[in-house]
């Protein structure tokens, strides 16, 4: 069936590292790929989508590939902030009514 | 202005009873979920209605009743509440897409009713 796998967390860096945290993905056919991000206390929102393979997303200085050859759709940025600390969700979107997630990588950015 | 909003935002309350959650969008989608969030962020998805249809009813107890009755709203009614449904329950919106697979269509969240049983 669909499924999505992302690094287990908790991730720790310090303000100004780079980023990277990995999503693989299984699914028939090409699946629309999505990152959420979840601040402490709110809901999921969007942070990126990508809908076909070699597609970029990006937003807020968050970029990610659709990489149909590898199932991959890995969140990278080059230099995280604070406020970036967060909890993020890598997705797919298969069968248009039922989006899947995985379970979820929490990001710590120390000062 | 909140595009998705739930109540209550907090719900306390003893094993036994029977508790309901609201859920409103007003950005004119067709599709509403419901998910429930453990302890350890794992999002499972519930339950899902397009246009007051039931579209998707994962493996929930019976105890657990969605309720639209308009596709603005999409209630969530709980019985007989037990210490394991204490979680997080999110209620989001998605535009309906065109049925061909992949939808591009996000999901718009609401923040949350975080439910503790005692």
């Known amino acids: 069936g669909n499924s999505v796998t992302q690094m287990e967390g908790p991730v720790t860096l310090s303000e100004e590292a780079f980023l990277t945290i990995n999503c693989t993905y299984t699914?028939?056919?090409?699946?629309?790929l999505f990152w959420y991000v979840q601040y402490p206390g709110e809901g999921l929102q969007l942070l990126l989508k990508a809908t076909k393979a070699d597609d970029k997303g990006s937003n807020k200085g968050f970029e990610a590939t659709y990489r149909k050859e590898t199932t991959s759709f890995h969140l990278e940025k080059g230099s995280v902030q604070v406020s970036d600390s967060a909890v993020y969700f890598c997705a797919l979107n298969r069968d248009n009514d039922k989006i899947i997630f995985g379970k979820g990588t929490r990001l710590h950015i120390l000062p | 202005d909140t595009a998705v909003s739930q109540t209550p935002k907090y719900l306390v309350t003893q094993m036994g009873n029977d508790k309901s959650i609201k859920c409103e969008q007003n950005?004119?989608?067709?599709?509403m979920y419901w998910y429930k969030q453990d302890s350890k962020k794992f999002l499972k998805i519930m339950f899902s209605?397009?246009?007051?249809?039931?579209?998707i009813n994962e493996t929930v107890p019976n105890r657990f009743s969605p309720k639209s009755p308009d596709k603005a709203h999409l209630n969530l009614h709980i019985n007989s509440l037990e210490l394991g449904d204490s979680a997080v329950y999110f209620c989001a919106s998605s535009p309906r897409g065109t049925g061909a697979a992949g939808s591009p269509y996000e999901q718009y969240f609401g923040p949350g009713t975080r439910l503790t049983v005692t």
């Open positions: 209605y397009n246009n007051k249809e039931l579209i």
């Open positions: 950005l004119g989608h067709d599709t």
């Open positions: 699914a028939t056919g090409y699946p629309s």
